[in-house]
């Protein structure tokens, strides 16, 4: 597969060829579903290339038949050798993380297809290394689609899925303004379009309102809260990794006033005005910047002052508009958090909520407050297992799964895609 990659001048793939096989090191369960896929993809690149090579023949006037029973062989030996992992002996070799090998493998390949699907449609090179290396998006991709089927894994560990959230959010938001100053520093390469805007979340709708077009990051957004609804929120916002480590500085979140809510409604709208206002009234795009940076700055202090001092992350429930948006149109999405009743009322999870959304009345209704995220912290806090995903008439186990599944996948996406 290198060699006919790399004869045909695609570099990326001929190293993702010669790549893949270094996973088996790993030794994880998801390995022996991930290899034998890559295996029978590659046995499809063999027909595909088998035909095209036969049609070129045909029209040539060419003899054939010995290049079909060539590469006929090829396609059938690499088909296969992806059988070589139902031996029981080399599948007991990968035996780690049996339980979550499935998921990973799904995310893997559901990543992958993301990002292959961008590499081939988009005309405009969004993947990193592709700008620095001619068909280096390839080699991201893989990388990329391992990062998630390892953070899968990682992440379907109930008392540790808290804790990595936070890290894969935290790293998102590197390496989005890691690339942001970068780019400011003169590396183009380190920039979506060269058209900056400001990385602050209520631009995601008060931007194009005001320049009156669409951009990528709202197309992501959109596609991302259809899919995982408010969890956008809490995997995928590049600043509100922010707001959590400062409400983290006290152990214990306090309850939010109850006009926290009419507030972040009244910014949802006042934000969407101002916008379209200040193009109607035809105001410079740099006075609309500094305007903009103003209210970014005032959530910073908010997040320095207000969530450190209470615990809970007042500026993505309170300032930020988008929280409002993202909780609306979340609803689109059937993933819901919910209490059963083996729940006994001990309150232990309202420590793990930073959202303000597990006061005791929301616990007493068996089910979140409306500023929930999804991000499943409190799942991990409860002792009886009483907190679970829900979707649609989906098993608890199986629904938590599939979300897991679909939230690091799109975080992994945006860590590949993500940037100003």
Known sequence: MAAHFYRTGNVGLAVVSTSAPLILFMKRRWVAYVI??????????????????????????????????????????????????????????YSRAMETAKPSAAAFFLTGFILTTVQFKVKLPLLLLERFIPGGGWIEIFFLAVYAAFITEKMLDRTQSAKWRRRVWALFSVVFFGQLVLGLAGMEQFLMTGKLHLPIPAMIIAGPLFRWETSIMLFLFAGAVVLIGPAWCSYLCYIGSWDDAASRKRRKPKKLPAWRKPVQIAMF??????????????????????MGLLFGLAGVGIMVIWSRKSGAMTHCTTWCPIGVLVVWIGKISPFRIRI????????????????????????????????????????????????????????????????????VSLHTVFLGLGRI
Not at 48 to 65: K, S, V, Y
Not at 269 to 288: E, F, H, N, Q, Y
Not at 357 to 381: F, H
């Open 269 to 290: 709208i006042l934000i969407t005005l101002t916008a379209v206002g200040l193009r109607l009234a035809g105001v410079s795009m740099t006075v609309a910047t500094f």
């Open 340 to 407: 059963n009743d083996s729940c006994n009322d001990c309150g232990i999870c309202r420590l793990s909520c930073r959202y303000d959304a597990l006061n005791l009345t929301d616990i007493k209704k068996r089910k979140p407050g409306i500023s929930c995220t999804l991000c499943g912290d409190c799942i991990g806090s409860c002792k009886d297992s009483s907190i679970e995903y829900r979707f649609l008439g989906m098993k608890a186990e199986h629904a938590g799964i599939l979300f897991i599944v679909l939230a």
């Open 36 to 93: 034998p896929g890559l295996l029978l993809l590659g046995a499809m690149v063999w027909i595909n290339t088998t035909f095209a090579f036969i049609h070129i023949r045909q029209a040539l006037g060419m003899p054939w038949m010995r290049l079909a029973v060539i590469l006929g062989t090829v396609t059938l030996l690499t088909a296969l050798s992806a059988l070589v992992f139902s031996r029981k002996k080399l599948a007991g070799t």
